[in-house]
């Protein structure tokens, strides 16, 4: 009930504070305010037609009083002298007195109705009193005519009403004319009342409507004005401009949104230029990570590269939470996958229900790896065509929220993606002129390791061509033939480095192809002292076993060839501390690396062998990063020298997930 309570009075909060409520509420109350002034104005104006009426009928009475005397005057001083003359002014005179008489009873009589006694100001005050004096003097004025007249109207006494008309004139005058003045004064005060009235009524619309105004300009003009001078101001470029969020609840929203508005068209700026630099993918991934998680929405964000036949994916490099993810390199079946589904479309493909989706796909997949780092939500941004990317790959955003990527955000990253996958296949391109740069340098190399051998087997050939066969020629034929045998092994590494592997990714027992490889060297060269110690079994990774083993092969004999003769070549298998990676380390006790060379030691041509080509280490690198592990080299007198090898071990499928979170 109390949330319920403070539910309403927020939504009231916000009612009162709306601009839209406000303004309604003003122009209600205004147009209230006229209707009662306009009835109020229409009722005086019909009061004062009423007040005019009544000073209409007080002027008859004058003029009917006026009447009667005029009258009586002239009949008196016309008194008939037969009876001839009599019966005329009985006709004459008698049917005006008569009439008089009846219009002084209406208008009287008009007076003291209650439809009167009601238009008066309330039936008392100055007019009342006139009204009442004129209606007593009346009657006495009535009576007393009357009774002059006579009960006979055939034959009434004209004579003696005349008198009595002039006797009693002054009296009767007195009172009409009083009641007229009175009537007229009191009509002209309510007409100043009302001219005022009106005069007020008008002020105060005019001062509502002013005030009114002031609060549309404080409220409503002003923040708009601000609002259009901030637009402009971000038009011309100034990305950090912010309004102060001001005025009603629809501009409070409007100033917020501008200034969301304004924070993203900041953030994409300097997300534009950041992406402009970035000169290779995990630098890309990495910034994007720290400085833009919260404008493009992930929890997860991570580059997957496809191989050249198109069967595996490469998570390159990835980033949970804003820190390197563990995963990196980890590799992904590729065909028949939502990831392959993703490829073959031209936007952003979102992937929501993950975990049913997941489930539907093959095992050893991205989407399953997804779900078991906890994400529920996901946009794949595959690289276009027109991001000219040297090789087909994808931009993975992932979130732990299922509703995290709504209608909104997938538009905003639609909007969006033709930038952020143009900026990745740039910096894909730098990463591959890097390469190209690389394998100029490795040409150069080769032309510079054939020159030699070349020319001792020129010489070898031109001795023999002018000498018979003897031992001297047989030693030159046989070297001849070692240097072409070693540029033939030279030229095999170099393909090996160069040309595009095509691997056959299973599931694959570290444990178990390592301990074959350790047989197998020690029955191949009897005095090798190579042993491994493990005491981890079923350790799987994804790999192809056939380069696996030419990896072990060739670490074994580089190891060998560097240990102190009767010193032990001690290979070990372990889990990483946190037990998502298998690690594989080699170690012997030989000169150790020079330091200025152990930072580069699996670069092409990088050797420490007087004879050696440079080439064995880093094609074990390059073996072992298409299978999605890494390597660490490390070197010194006290130690001797240790190759470390890390593989991502097999994510579990999602069956043996609820398995294990059943159990």
């Known amino acids: 009930m109390r949330i319920q309570a403070l539910t309403t009075q927020m939504a009231i909060r916000a009612l009162l504070s709306s601009f839209r409520f406000q303004v309604a509420a003003a122009f209600l109350g205004l147009t209230l305010m006229l209707a009662a002034a306009g009835l109020s104005v229409v009722g005086a104006f019909q009061r004062q037609l009423a007040y005019d009426a009544m000073v209409d009928r007080a002027a008859r009475l004058e003029l009917t009083a006026e009447q009667l005397h ?74 007393g005519l009357f009774d002059k007249i006579g009960e006979d109207p055939a034959e009434p006494r004209l004579e003696w009403a005349a008198e009595f008309a002039i006797a009693e004139h002054a009296g009767l005058a007195e009172a009409t004319g009083a009641l007229a003045s009175t009537l007229r004064d009191w009509a002209a005060g309510e007409h100043r009342r009302l001219t005022r009235g009106a005069v007020l009524v008008a002020l105060i619309a005019l001062v509502v409507a002013v005030g009114l105004l002031a609060v549309l300009e404080r409220k409503v003009l002003a923040p708009l004005g601000r609002t259009m001078a901030g637009f402009q101001r971000v038009a011309a470029g100034d990305f950090k401009h912010r309004l102060g969020v001001a005025g009603t609840s629809e501009i409070r929203d409007l100033t917020t949104r501008f200034n969301q508005l304004t924070i993203r068209l900041d953030l994409l700026h300097e997300m534009i230029a950041r992406l402009q630099r970035g000169k290779d993918l995990d630098e890309l991934i990495g910034f994007l990570a720290d400085d833009f998680r919260g404008l493009l929405g992930f929890d997860w964000i991570g580059v997957v590269l496809i191989d050249s036949i198109g069967s595996v994916a490469r998570l390159e490099t990835c980033r949970l939470d804003g820190r390197p993810g563990l995963e990196g390199r980890r590799l992904f079946r590729l065909r028949g996958t939502l990831l392959e589904a993703a490829l073959a479309g031209e936007g952003p493909r979102h992937v929501a229900d993950m975990e049913r989706q997941a489930r539907d796909n093959p095992p050893y997949e991205l989407l399953r790896h997804l779900v078991a780092q906890g994400m529920r939500d996901a946009i794949f941004l595959p690289l276009t065509p027109q991001s000219q990317a040297p090789t087909p790959a994808v931009v993975v955003l992932a979130a732990r929220d299922p509703q995290r990527f709504d209608a909104p955000q997938r538009r905003f990253l639609g909007n969006i993606a033709q930038l952020l996958t143009h900026s990745f296949g740039r910096t894909a391109r730098l990463a591959e002129q890097g390469r190209l740069a690389a394998i100029g340098e490795f040409a150069s190399g080769i032309a510079h390791e054939l020159r030699t051998p070349l020319t001792t087997v020129s010489l070898a050939l031109e001795y023999l061509a002018e000498h018979p066969p003897d031992a001297r020629a047989k030693r030159r034929a046989d070297l001849g033939l070692q240097e ?37 060297y020690r029955e191949a060269h009897p005095d090798a002292r190579v042993r491994l110690t493990t005491d981890l079994a079923g350790a799987e990774i994804l790999a192809d076993a056939d380069r696996l083993q030419q990896v072990f092969l060739n670490l074994t004999d580089n190891a060998c060839e560097a240990a102190p003769a009767g010193s032990e070549v001690v290979w070990t298998l372990s889990a990483s501390p946190d037990g998502d990676r298998v690690l594989t380390s080699l170690h012997n006790q030989g000169e150790p690396i020079p330091p200025e060379l152990l930072g580069r030691i699996t670069e092409p041509f990088v050797s420490t062998k007087s004879g050696g080509a440079g080439l064995g280490l880093a094609i074990v690198r390059r073996l072992v990063e298409q299978q999605g592990g890494a390597i660490a080299i490390a070197s010194s007198r006290a130690e001797g020298t240790r190759v470390t090898l890390s593989f991502p071990g097999l994510a579990p499928t999602l069956s043996d997930e609820a398995d294990a979170a059943g159990t």
């Open 484 to 520: 072409a045998n070693r540029m033939r092994r030279l030229l095999e590494d170099m393909l090996l480095y160069a040309k595009p592997l095509r691997l056959a990714l299973a599931a694959t027992d570290l444990a178990a192809a390592l301990g074959d490889q350790v047989a197998a």
């Open 70 to 143: 005029v009258q009586a005057m002239n009949y008196k001083q016309n008194a008939p002298r037969d009876y001839a003359t009599y019966y005329r002014d009985v006709r004459l005179y008698y049917q005006d007195l008569m009439a008089q008489v009846a219009t002084f009873d209406a208008v009287v009589d008009a007076f003291m109705t209650s439809e009167m006694a009601m238009a008066s100001p309330g039936g008392g005050g100055a007019v009342h009193d006139a009204i009442r004096a004129l209606e007593g003097v009346w009657s006495g004025y009535r009576r």
